[in-house]
């Protein structure tokens, strides 16, 4: 996501709280909030990424009016009114492109991934407001001539040449790079293998117990290895085994963004990731970051995004030989259809999701796959038949997902029953759905996943008018009874 945090002219200028819009959002939680403008959003097809975060910097004032895609979603839930009408200021006052950047909201319903300026200005030949029809440079062409000049900075550059590749340590951790600072010598074969370890212990620690916990350990293990980057090899193969190892953990990191929900990290890390594979000509590396881009951006409501994403990655990862992976990135693609209503492009998404992981298993699969096996299939087909509104055909997958499981991926577990809970809750069988969020309750203590918590709590302000259905009622009071932020 682009940058809206371009300082103003008007940067000093302290916020004034828009009450009109929070009076506007009433009842509604700013989550709730947010998803009914998504959903407004779909109506018009516009693409906009509205969160929690987003309403929230609307009402405290930091956003003094929206950007163009933002403006036709809100004129279109709020009709006869106008920007003024909503708290707005008008948008002749926001003078200056880096005013209109740092105070008209997010970016451009054409934002796309971070790397290389548009070769024209989004300000037109005139100077003027943003045009909001001109077409962006599409962000998954996989052509060679893409630069990524500033991804590269961002990532050779971040660690210098002091961070020791000891911070990532035995586990892969160091709570803070600079206590390990040195002068690092030139990176060697047991520096590439602590890289990979790193990455391994990541997966396994986010498979046992979800992201929250680990994301910011994990920051401090990522900048040591582009450090390594920096601090150079005298070995061709050393250094593709560090690029690959810093491009994956780069994934790691930003999936345990993804997952704790800080979504523009996530697609930060997922953008250096792909600079690096750009960089290396790593067709397996940029699968992977365009997999892991296409479901970011399907949680963020780009499902657009998603599909153009998926699909990117089905092209770097075609030579590859690797049924599975190519199961995996048409399921991809699946969600992305999903999420714009598309039920025959879903559908034949899935189906070659289901051919290809029929094939089997084959050696030409990446390591970071470990993950996707049967259960991992029905869960994501799962997700996007709720997507589409089908709660039975929902339900009946994410309790296959949760069956098939092996035990070792609790926190996966955990998300197939929170799945499973909310497909019963919205298909009208409340009793079934409380009984699986008792479950998923129950698995709390070891799992810390943002994405499994706003689930359950999704499915049980879905309850709440059956309270007297059987069970319902302990489980919305054992769900109350959590600590905040459980």
């Given amino acids: 996501m682009a940058s809206s945090s371009v300082p103003s002219s008007n940067s000093d200028r302290p916020a004034r709280p828009n009450l009109v819009f929070r009076q506007l959002r009433g009842a509604r939680s700013p989550g709730e909030f947010a998803a009914a403008v998504r959903r407004a959003a779909h109506e018009i097809g516009e693409r906009v990424s509205c969160d929690a975060r987003y309403v929230h910097r609307v009402e405290t004032g930091e956003i003094r009016c ?4 933002y403006e036709r979603v809100f004129l ?30 997010d970016p451009s319903p054409t934002a796309h991934l971070p790397g290389p300026a548009d070769a024209t200005s989004d300000t037109g030949e005139t100077g003027g407001a943003p045009d909001p029809y001109r077409e962006p440079r ?11 000049s500033d991804v590269l900075r961002r990532a050779f550059m971040t660690g210098g040449a002091t961070v020791a590749a000891a911070s990532l340590g035995p586990l892969g951790f160091a709570r803070d790079a600079s206590a390990a600072q040195r002068s690092v010598r030139r990176a060697g074969a047991s520096d590439a293998g602590a890289l990979e370890e790193a990455v391994r212990r990541i997966r396994l620690l986010d498979d046992r117990h979800g992201a929250d916990g680990l994301y910011r350990r994990a920051a401090a293990p990522l900048r040591a290895a582009y450090a390594l980057l920096d601090a150079g090899t005298s070995r061709q193969r050393t250094a593709e085994r560090l690029y690959s190892g810093a491009g994956e953990l780069a994934i790691s990191v930003g999936w345990l963004a993804h997952d704790s929900g800080r979504f523009d990290d996530a697609r930060s890390h997922y953008a250096e990731a792909l600079a690096t594979a750009r960089v290396t000509g790593d067709a397996g590396l940029e699968a992977h970051a365009f997999c892991n881009t296409a479901f970011l951006a399907r949680d963020a409501g780009r499902p657009r995004e998603a599909v153009r994403a998926a699909q990117a990655a089905q092209r770097a990862a075609r030579p590859l030989g690797s049924p599975r992976l190519m199961s995996l990135l048409a399921l991809r693609e699946a969600g992305g259809w999903a999420g714009l209503a598309d039920r025959a492009g879903c559908e034949q998404a899935l189906a070659r999701a289901q051919a290809y992981f029929e094939r089997g298993p084959s ?18 087909e799962a997700q996007c038949w709720s997507m589409l509104g089908d709660w039975p055909r929902a339900a009946r997958h994410a309790r296959r997902a949760a069956e098939l499981q092996d035990p070792h991926f609790t926190r996966n577990i955990a998300l197939y ?6 497909d019963l809750a919205r298909g009208g069988r409340p009793d079934e759905a409380a009984t699986a969020g ?18 359950l709590a999704g499915t049980a302000r879905v309850l709440l008018p059956h309270r007297r259905a059987s069970g319902v009622s302990a489980f919305l009071d054992r769900h109350a009874s959590l600590p905040r932020g459980v």
């Fill in 138 to 148: 599409d962000p998954y062409d996989t052509h060679d001539n893409y630069e990524e």
């Fill in 66 to 69: 929206p950007n163009y895609a």
């Fill in 438 to 455: 008792m479950r998923v309750l129950d698995l709390l203590n070891e799992v810390q996943s943002s994405r499994v918590q706003s689930m």
């Fill in 76 to 105: 279109h839930m709020f009709p006869g009114r106008t920007l003024t009408d909503l708290g707005f200021a008008p948008r002749s006052s926001v003078r200056g492109r880096g005013a209109r950047q740092a105070e008209c909201g």
């Fill in 363 to 380: 050696e030409a699969d990446p390591e970071w796959m470990t993950f996707y096996g049967e259960a991992e299939l029905e869960g994501l």
């Fill in 417 to 422: 029953t929170a799945e499973l809970a909310d």
